[in-house]
Every structure is written in structure tokens, then in C-alpha cells.
């Protein structure tokens, strides 16, 4: 599939509008008490802020990121609840506290790990979650699948009206196996969560574990396609994901202003003309290793 993005500045615009920041990095950082700690939300509030006055709106976190939306104005945020303790009984509770601690102006959905849903009580859990959301406290409920679930058998089983998954331009599993079209066919809205900055991409192939160290070469290959189109690194894995037709949001991570500055500049620029299912690893441990930097930047 070769990239038909035609570069016009509203062309860009709507690119810039379908990322989501996801706030994990952040939150990481700015947990700490003291001058540190009031430096580091400082430093969040600014990344934000640029995201946000560039016409990107979403953003994606844990529970312990909705302090940090107290720096923009209007936005939408994905709450990605601490699902693996929480029982059906405890769900409207945890979305009220949620509302409480996040401004009128920013409105929500939650995500629960579909991995919880798979237990005795995933049913009942979903059930509640479904009935908390029709009085009123929170938008819709979905589902966020961890590398290597049945996304699809997921959203067949519950038919949630989003889903949150994991692919990008060296894992294209869900994309290669059809499983994203036909999620996005069955109605639900699909967000593609991309690890990119902190991905096997950007790292150096001298860097790579022992275990990884046949897919160096693989990684070289990739990069040297994407430099012999023109482009670089960011810009391509960028690229793939927002071209991808099936996802309404590509949520990506960054840590800094800087780097959300390089992620809205990436998003802006034109799309290159690439093979991209030849970019494909087919390595199965350094797709494994792929997902898990993609879980740790989430």
C-alpha cells in the first residue's frame, strides 16, 4: 500500500486533528513533591499546551494523568482505568471520581483492559461500566487490547463503541491479518496506539539485546527504504499510522515539549511514497520486544 496523503495545509490539519497525546511519560515524571516535581508539571503543562493550540485535542492516560489536563482548555480525554482489581460493583464509583477530579470542559471516555473482561465477572464488569455511562458521567466505554490479544474476538464479543490497539509501520499484525478493517466495521472507533519515539526504530542496532540481534538487520533495512524515500524515521512510522483509513485516532508518546514539537512537525509533513507492507518485521522476538516498548511508553 503506497500512501495516497495529498499535502494541502487542510489535509495537514486533519492529520494534526487525529493524533492523541498519550500523558503516561508525563505522569511518570511529574509524581515527585518539591521543586522537582513542580518543574516537571511546569514542564508537562507547556507540552500540552502546544498540542493542543495545534488543533490536536485528545488526550490518553492512566488515572493518575487527569491533574495534568488542568493545563489546557477544552480537550477529550481516554481514561485507561486500573482495570485488574476492579469489580462490577466499584466501576460507577471509580468514573465519578474521575469526573470529579477532571474540569467540565474536558469530556471523557474509559477504557478497560480487555484482558480483565476475559475473567468470571467481564461480563457483569462491562454490564456496569455500560449502565454508569448512560446517567450521564462519562462518554463511551471501550475496550483497550495489550499486543497479542483477540482484539477482534473483543469487540465481536461486546461491541464497544471504542477499541484501543496496538500496531504500527513494524507491527502490522492487526493490519496485515485484516482484523482493524473488520474491527472498524463492526462500528467501533479505532485507536491506534504507536510506540514511535521509543520504538525498535530509534534504537541504536548496537543497542539491541543478544536476543534481538538477528532483527538488526531487519530494523537496518527499514531505514535505509525510508531514507531512500526521502524521509526519515518519525515522519514514515507516523505516516503509516495516520494514513491507516481504519483508525479515527493515532495515539503516540512523547516526554517533552520538544518532542511533541517533532511529532506535530512529522504529522504535518507529506506522507512518502513507500512499500509499506515490505516494512513489516516478521521477527517474532523483535515483535514481542516492539509491543513491550510500546506498553512501557503507554
Known amino acids: 500500500m503506497r500512501s495516497g496523503f495529498v499535502h494541502t495545509p487542510a489535509a495537514a490539519a486533519a492529520r494534526t486533528a487525529k ?3 498519550s500523558l503516561a511519560s508525563f505522569a511518570a515524571g511529574t509524581d515527585g513533591t518539591g521543586l522537582r516535581g513542580r518543574l516537571a508539571r511546569d514542564a508537562a503543562g507547556e507540552a500540552l499546551r502546544i498540542f493542543a493550540r495545534a488543533g490536536a485535542g485528545l488526550f490518553d492516560g492512566p488515572e493518575d494523568a487527569e491533574s495534568l489536563l488542568d493545563s489546557v482548555g477544552d480537550a477529550h480525554f481516554t481514561l485507561r482505568l ?4 476492579l469489580g462490577p460493583d466499584q466501576i460507577e464509583g471509580r468514573l465519578c471520581m474521575a469526573r470529579e477530579r477532571l474540569r ?5 471516555d474509559a477504557l478497560i483492559d480487555g484482558g480483565r473482561l476475559l475473567a468470571a465477572d467481564g461480563d457483569a464488569l462491562w454490564n456496569a461500566a455500560l449502565a454508569a455511562s448512560e446517567t450521564g458521567v462519562c462518554g463511551a466505554i471501550g475496550i483497550v487490547v495489550e499486543p497479542g490479544g483477540d482484539a477482534l474476538g473483543l469487540a465481536r464479543r461486546f461491541k464497544p463503541k471504542l477499541v484501543q490497539v496496538s500496531a504500527g509501520m513494524l507491527d502490522q499484525r492487526l493490519i496485515l491479518s485484516d482484523a482493524l478493517s473488520e474491527i472498524a466495521a463492526l462500528g467501533a472507533e479505532v485507536h491506534v496506539r504507536t510506540s514511535l519515539l521509543h520504538g525498535l526504530l530509534f534504537l541504536p542496532r548496537e ?4 536476543a534481538l540481534a538477528e532483527a538488526g538487520p531487519q530494523v537496518s533495512r527499514v531505514r535505509r527504504l525510508i531514507a531512500e524515500a526521502g524521509a526519515d524515521p518519525l515522519q514514515a512510522a507516523l505516516a503509516f499510522a495516520l494514513d491507516r483509513p481504519e483508525a479515527s485516532r493515532v495515539v503516540v508518546e512523547a516526554g517533552s515539549a520538544g518532542e511533541v514539537r517533532a511529532l506535530l512537525a512529522a504529522a504535518a509533513a507529506p506522507s512518502p511514497t513507500l512499500d509499506w507492507p515490505a516494512l513489516a518485521l516478521d521477527h517474532p522476538a523483535a515483535l514481542d520486544a516492539e509491543a513491550r516498548l510500546g506498553r512501557q511508553a503507554a
Open 19 to 21: 493524533l492523541g497525546l
Open 82 to 85: 486500573k482495570s485488574e482489581a
Open 104 to 108: 467540565p470542559s474536558i469530556a471523557f
Open 207 to 210: 543497542g539491541l539485546p543478544p
